[in-house]
Structure formats: C-alpha cells, structure tokens
C-alpha cells in the first residue's frame, strides 16, 4: 500500500508528465507550421514519451493499491518565435520535471517508501538522457545560428527519431 502523502504527489507528477505532453505536442504544431518536418517528428515523439511516463506512474499507484486523481491540463502556454526558442523550452520544461522527480526521490526518503524508490530511478536516469539530449540539440542551433543550410541538415538528423519501445520502460 502507498502512503497518501506518495501517492497525491506521484498524481501531481501523472498531470505533469501529461503536462508536458502537451507541450510537446504544441511544438510539434509550431513546427509543422514552419515547414520543419524533422523537429515536428522530433517533439511528436517526445510527446508520447511524456504520455507513456505519465501512463506508467498512474499503472504504479494501482500496483500500489492506491488512488488515481486526474485533474484538468492547462493548454501550454508557448509560442515560440524561432527553433531555438522552442528547444530552449523544452529544455527548460525538462529541467522542471528533472526538479519534481527529484522531489519525489527525496519523499520517497522520508516516507520510507522503498518500493517507489526503485520505481523512480528509472524516471532519474530518463531525465539525465532527456536533458543531455535536448542541451544538444540547442547547443547546434546555437552553432548554427540564421544558416538556413544548417538548419536543413539538422532538421533532416531530428526526423531519424524513432517512438521509445515500450520494453525501455520499467514494469
């Protein structure tokens, strides 16, 4: 059984994994409108990633015998005015859900709740990689700067992204 105050945090984190979705769902709207089919793929996918994090914790607190409470998703508040603008924030967005899963880990400590501990880890470590990622990819669109050149090529390596398999995720 999961404790109440694990369990109404781990049900803010479902919103904000679903949050985030959205955002990256916004995004990828942003960049089929730009004509940059590349990064529109790119945030496509990481809006089912964040979809399937979110899934995945709310199947955790029913493994747990507790209680899912879903509340409403704002709509994402982003228009971004260029590419690097908008993978700036996502990286930003990122960060922010670095900082809750790493409050979460630190309730997990208090609450002696051992269990969502190991559950989490998996979180800690996607989030290492999903910063690492994006700051990449915002470090070339910084290089690149106004080359349109550049940004053709880089928009053609983005449209490589493939969905995450659902094997990846933890049980």
Not at 4 to 17: G, S, V
Not at 47 to 65: A, N, V
Not at 90 to 111: M, N, P, R, W
Request: proline content about 3%.
């Amino acid at each position: 059984m999961i404790s109440e105050k694990m369990q109404e945090a781990l049900n803010l984190q479902i919103n904000e994994e679903f949050r985030s979705a959205f955002t990256y769902l916004a995004l990828s709207a942003y960049f089929e409108s730009e004509e940059l089919r590349g990064c529109a793929i790119w945030m496509r996918v990481q809006y089912e990633e964040e979809l399937m994090h979110g899934t995945k914790i709310y199947d955790y607190i029913h493994d747990r015998d507790g209680q899912v409470s879903l509340s409403m998703v704002a709509a994402p508040e982003c228009e971004p005015r260029s590419p690097l603008a908008a993978f700036e924030l996502a990286l930003s967005g990122e960060q922010a859900l670095t900082a809750k899963i790493y409050s979460l880990v630190d309730l997990c400590h208090e609450v002696r709740d051992h269990g969502t501990h190991t559950f989490l880890q998996w979180f800690v470590t996607e989030q290492v990689e999903e910063e690492d990622i994006i700051r990449d990819i915002v470090k070339d669109l910084k290089r690149i700067g106004d080359s349109n050149d550049g940004l053709f090529m880089l928009d053609r390596e983005l449209k490589q992204r493939q969905p995450q398999s659902n094997a990846a995720m933890p049980e």
